[in-house]
Nanobody
Framework: QVQLVESGGGLVQAGGSLRLSCAAS????????MGWFRQAPGKEREFAAG????????YYADSVKGRFTISRDNTKDTVYLQMNSLKPEDTAVYYC???????????????????????WGKGTLVTVSS
């Protein structure tokens, strides 16, 4: 069992930055590809960024590429999402996710389809004002 707890969300002006953290419990953190998903009001949850289990590969949605950076520290069982140049359309609840799929572990590609995510965090709200 892995529990994921996100932190770092808040209110920021457009063009600003935030860093999200996701702390994992348990001793198997390094076995999982990790990722961040987000869900804006009235929209479906979507993939934002992912990282392979040893941090060698990352993968981003086109909407965040070049602005967001995902990283992980397996000694601290924590994954991060550095968000720069934030836009109002980045406003969403951000969820941390862990996946044991091969593509997640090796490539950092995570999918929220059935069976794709083993564990979810409860989310942290990011609000970007214009």
């Amino acid at each position: 069992q892995v529990q994921l707890v996100e932190s770092g969300g808040g209110l920021v002006q457009a063009g600003g930055s935030l860093r999200l953290s996701c702390a994992a419990s348990g001793r198997t953190f390094s076995r999982y590809g990790m990722g961040w998903f987000r869900q804006a009001p009235g929209k479906e949850r979507e993939f934002a960024a992912g990282i392979s289990r040893i941090g060698s590969n990352t993968y981003y949605a086109d909407s965040v590429k070049g602005r967001f950076t995902i990283s992980r520290d397996n000694t601290k069982d924590t994954v991060y999402l550095q968000m720069n140049s934030l836009k109002p359309e980045d406003t969403a609840v951000y969820y941390c996710a862990a996946s044991s799929s091969a593509t997640a572990q090796i490539m950092g590609v995570l999918s929220s389809s059935v069976g794709g995510i083993n564990y979810w965090g409860k989310g942290t709200l990011v609000t970007v004002s214009s």
